[in-house]
């Protein structure tokens, strides 16, 4: 259980880093939890964030992790660019649909309104994905 654990950190962390390392077109710098903005740099086709964002089943795809029970939601703009977020998906079960919601323990948002915008699902009330959330990802937590 412990290595499956570290696994997932290391895996959502990776995903993470992809995404915080890289800028986007909306004129951020791709920072995560910069309280609703495009990042750093400005907002400029951002949108604010509040408890229903994103809205559910506006995700474009996802990926599916049943080993480590967590799903990536990619409801960002730029995950429409062809392949992107199959490529990111790797060893999980890609699909061109939103996560599922059923036994959902809650949700981490991370660059909120940007076009990199994802939503990690988690299934698995074992570990305390809130305080990773806000802690070591620095996103915003959302409740089921």
Known sequence: MMRTLKVAVFATLSFCCYLGCSSDSS?????????????????????????????????????????????TDYTGSSWTEPGLAKNICGSGTYADAPCATANLVGSCQQHCGS????????????????????????GKWLNP
């Open 115 to 138: 076009a990199s915008e994802v939503v990690i699902r988690y299934y698995d009330a074992s570990t305390d994905w809130k305080k990773m959330c806000e802690n070591q990802l620095e």
């Open 27 to 71: 004129g951020g710098s791709g920072v995560v939890g910069t309280g609703g903005s495009a990042g750093s740099a400005g907002s400029a086709g951002a949108t604010e964030c509040g408890p229903t964002s994103p809205a559910p089943g506006t995700a474009i795809a996802s990926c599916n992790n049943t080993v480590t029970k967590y799903c």
